[in-house]
């Protein structure tokens, strides 16, 4: 249940809840521009994370020597092997222990 005092604000015109206008509300989506130098406002891409436009550039994101979370694979470094391979159908793969390295196994899914 709603409080009187609630259902009073509700009921009296002068409430209303905020509305922006057709141009506050584009002005809220806009993104905010680059600051900074030249080179980087030309070289900005905004498909891609800050991260990934600043190795672009060949900078560092901070100071910290290792990242923290993972590092991102880029989807152009991916040798063209990995992607022959795994078009490779079970017949054409090794099946022989031989042919496996020690402490790995061949796992065959339905």
Do not use: C
């Not at 600043?54 to 979370?69: D, I, M, N, R, V």
């Amino acid at each position: 249940m709603t409080n009187p005092r609630q259902r009073r604000k509700n009921r009296s015109a002068s409430y209303k809840a905020v509305s922006h206008s057709r141009f506050a509300k584009t002005k809220l989506k806009k993104t905010p521009p680059i600051r900074g130098p030249k080179v980087l406002q030309d070289n900005w891409d905004p498909k891609k994370t800050v991260k990934q436009n600043y190795a672009a550039l060949g900078l560092a994101l901070g100071l910290t020597p290792y990242a923290s979370g993972g590092i991102e694979k880029d989807k152009e470094l991916i040798p063209s092997s990995v992607a022959s391979t795994s078009q490779q159908t079970l017949d054409e793969l090794p099946t022989t222990p031989a042919s496996l390295p020690a402490g790995y196994g061949r796992i065959i899914r339905d």
